[in-house]
């Protein structure tokens, strides 16, 4: 049985943005057109991969032509906040991106994963067609976002977790020190 297949040609927007608290947060792609609204669930990694692959993707572009103008990044935090109904049609296993110099628009296509479908027709996909500012911003947001997750210890560098971390630097004869929020306490 095929897959669901929806395409918004052009995107009216494209956003990313997450709900809970770092450590436990879900991540979210949503683009719009007219009033229709597609959310689909990712992991932090395939954001970063993915601003890593869009800022490569439109190097190669500007490369290829570089008489285009550069793409810009500008954005506000208000722009990327997510639109309700939050409801994902699926969660991406993989991305891949395209693009198309008459329109100068980039397609962005994002797949189901699936463990049961063998078969890629019998996965989801979402074909989104972005122009090039969208796409930067939406690769600039990415790393903001990642990069507001857990906390890193200031001690040895590790994360901490929603419940702290014992910190191997403060690990005592005595008693162990909790790190949380970047603060030391005893445990």
Not at 60 to 71: C, R, T
Not at 113 to 129: I, K, N, P, Y
Not at 162 to 173: A, D, Q
């Amino acid at each position: 049985m095929p897959g669901i297949e929806i395409e918004f040609h052009p995107v009216d927007d494209i956003i990313t943005n997450a709900i809970g608290r770092p450590g436990q947060r879900v991540f979210y792609i949503q683009a719009t057109k007219g009033g229709e609204l597609v959310s689909l669930l990712v992991e932090k990694i395939q954001l970063q991969a993915l601003a890593v692959a869009i800022e490569q993707f439109l190097a190669d572009i500007k490369k290829d032509h570089p008489d285009l103008e550069d793409a810009s990044s500008t954005y506000t935090e208000e722009d990327m906040q997510l639109k309700s109904p939050v409801e994902p049609l699926f969660r991406i296993g993989d991305f891949g991106l395209g693009y198309d110099l008459s329109e100068d628009m980039i397609i962005m296509v994002l797949r189901e994963v699936s463990v049961e479908a063998e078969d890629t027709e019998e996965r989801g996909v979402v074909r989104l067609w972005c122009n090039r500012n969208q796409l930067r911003r939406l690769a600039h947001w990415c790393v903001e976002l990642a990069d507001r997750g857990r906390p890193i210890c200031p001690l040895c560098g590790e994360v901490i977790g929603p419940k702290g971390h014992v910190c191997p630097k403060k690990n005592g004869h005595k008693k162990s020190q909790i790190i949380q929020d970047g603060q030391a306490g005893d445990s």
